[in-house]
């Protein structure tokens, strides 16, 4: 099936906008990505994009494409949606190899629901864990704060499928950085505070290595304090007014 979308282009360098996360996590929508896993040795581009809520008649599937990585299939993945009073609920992925109608994994019943201009509620395909492979993620819900939940599933080489990630679940939203494989977690836990968690890798479960976090005064002051994390505790290591953005 001929899948027309817009392309976004691949994302742009990192911003850590701590008073943004909310707008972060919206704007993670509809998109086209193209990452280069390898263009020195020529060994493999990873992509994928997905048709608009507008291009999908009402009853069809939200389809996206996807190439996900050396010696996997590409594959078409199939949102199947409803709308709702006040907003669009995913309630089942089914993942198919391109060329063919029967699918090989579904993913549900899920919960997935998001604001309509949220295009296909906030689904995207990105190397999670840094193993070259596109993994998947959804927003769960919108909740009363800003810290919006997602769901997660890795692509597995081994057993050709994706695998659900409950420790990315517990995290919500984040950003990887695969150059430097770093996974941040940005979250706010009222008005006047604010912070981003750092984490890594470690036999592939995720490791907290520090935090930055900032507060607010009532007259506007900004303090930043910096974390580093060491035997499962965060220990201080820096304070003091927040640099200009």
Request: glycine share 10%; aromatic share 12%; charged share 25%.
């Amino acid at each position: 099936m001929g899948i027309n979308a817009v392309w976004l282009g691949a994302r742009g360098a990192r911003a850590f906008v701590l008073a943004a996360v909310f707008f972060l996590a919206a704007s993670a929508g509809l998109r086209a990505e193209e990452t280069d896993l390898g263009a020195e040795e020529g060994e493999f581009d990873t992509d994928y994009i997905c048709r608009t809520l507008d291009e999908t008649p009402p009853g069809e599937p939200l389809f996206c494409s996807a190439s996900i990585g050396p010696g996997a299939p590409d594959i078409e993945v199939a949102l199947f949606w409803q709308r709702e009073d006040y907003s669009i609920l995913i309630d089942r992925i089914e993942i198919a190899r391109q060329g063919e109608v029967e699918s090989f994994q579904t993913i549900g019943p899920i919960d997935s629901r998001a604001l309509p201009d949220m295009e296909t509620n906030g689904f995207e395909m990105l190397d999670m864990n840094f193993d070259g492979y596109l993994d998947m993620r959804i927003i769960e819900f919108l909740p009363a704060g800003p810290n919006i939940p997602y769901l997660h599933w890795l692509w597995s080489p081994e057993s050709g499928r994706f695998v659900s990630a409950g420790f990315l679940n517990e995290l919500g939203y984040t950003e990887f950085d695969e150059e430097e494989r770093l996974v941040f977690a940005p979250w706010r836990s009222s008005a006047a505070e604010m912070g981003e968690d750092t984490y890594v890798y470690e036999a592939g479960e995720l490791k907290q290595t520090g935090r930055i976090m900032r507060r607010y005064t009532d007259d506007g002051a900004c303090t930043q304090t910096s974390y580093e994390a060491v035997d499962g505790q965060l220990i201080k290591t820096a304070s003091g007014p927040c640099p200009e953005e």
